[in-house]
């Protein structure tokens, strides 16, 4: 099982970026998925989780400019985010708990950089 962010990128402040992640492998099932960032120097915090079937959280620093979306199809979930800030600036990290033929793993993303100029 791998997933593959992409999207990250440099934008101004007020700007957008989409992240999007695919799982790809053996997969049965996926349940929640999420979005992690890492800025410099800070420990990684959790960004938004939307579960199997749609439930959503969003850390307060992002409620209103972020969304979290997910196609249990094809198996991605995508981050539109918008109106961004210099502190969003960070690595982002896609997780998934995926049910695979190993078994029932949790598994992170490689990252994608997303830096945001003031």
């Known amino acids: 099982v791998q997933l593959q962010a992409c999207g990250g990128g440099l934008v101004q402040a007020g700007g957008s970026l989409r992240l999007s992640c695919a799982a790809s492998g053996t997969i049965f099932r996926i349940d929640n998925m999420s979005w992690y960032r890492e800025a410099p120097g800070k420990r990684r915090e959790l960004v938004a989780t939307?579960?199997?079937?749609?439930?959503?959280k969003y850390a307060d620093s992002v409620k209103g400019r972020f969304t979290i979306s997910r196609d249990n199809v094809r198996k991605t979930v995508d981050l539109q985010m918008n109106t961004l800030k210099p502190e969003d600036t960070g690595v982002y990290y896609c997780?998934?708990?995926?049910?695979?033929?190993?078994?029932?793993?949790?598994?992170w993303g490689q990252g994608t950089q997303v830096t945001v100029s003031s």
């Open positions: 997780n998934g708990d995926v049910g695979s033929s190993m078994g029932n793993y949790n598994y």
């Open positions: 939307i579960t199997r079937g749609g439930d959503i």
